[in-house]
């Protein structure tokens, strides 16, 4: 597939510039720093993003999932999924995760960012789906997360292999507001900025609404 943008996209400047890099990178270099496999034959990267698994060509950045007709693909309808791919593939890294889970407040400058993170990502969460439960088990689970024992609704979903992200959702009544959290594993304070993590929530919640 072509990526395209429009004009007047706000993704498309910072993505050109990302493919600029791409397309003079070293794919041996990539394959060492994170683990995604290449294929030299085909000239593409083997990469699972969010459940499915696509060929990343390179150096055009052309996306083709490896899965059949029918389903649902967020890397091909969401630009912003593309532009944290291209990042996660140029200066991203492999690290393993130790089993805790981090708040946002606690991975490197999530104290900065909280305001950003918390209106886009925890509120739109806690509003979108804190009154419709049900709604939010079915999306998740469309995408492939796992319940998790947590809120009135929790699910785990795993963005790039190795790095998981969990959502929990507690339901408003008349006296309290839905509320959410949003946890991280805490190998993304090695591989990604504050904002990635931001961007990487939005995107699933807009993944959620598209299933």
């Known amino acids: 597939m072509e990526v395209a943008y429009n004009k007047d996209n706000k993704e498309r400047i910072p993505f050109e510039h990302y493919l600029a890099e791409y397309k003079s990178a ?20 083997c990469l699972k993003f969010l459940g499915k698994v696509y060929h990343i060509g390179y150096p055009d950045f052309s996306i083709t999932p490896e899965a059949g007709e029918g389903q649902y693909f967020p890397l091909l309808s969401i630009s912003a999924a593309r532009t944290l791919v291209i990042r996660y593939i140029l200066e991203g890294c492999r ?4 089993g805790k889970y981090l708040t946002y407040r606690e991975v490197p400058w999530g104290e900065v960012y909280y305001r950003q993170f918390n209106g886009r990502c925890m ?12 709604a939010f088990c079915s999306a998740m689970e469309k995408l492939g997360a796992h319940s998790i024992n947590a809120g009135d609704a929790g ?9 998981f992200i969990r959502f929990q959702l507690w339901g408003g009544d008349e006296e309290f507001p839905p509320s959410s959290q949003i946890l991280f594993s805490d190998n993304f304070a090695a591989a990604f900025h504050a904002e990635d993590l931001v961007v990487a929530c939005d995107v699933i919640i807009s993944a959620m609404k598209a299933v």
């Open 95 to 98: 690290a393993e995760s130790t």
């Open 123 to 134: 509120m739109r969460l806690a509003y979108s789906y804190g009154n419709h439960l049900d």
């Open 26 to 45: 070293d794919p041996q270099e990539i394959c060492a720093r994170t683990e995604i496999q290449y294929n030299g034959e085909g000239s593409y990267f």
């Open 155 to 163: 699910y785990e979903i795993e963005v790039f292999d190795g790095y």
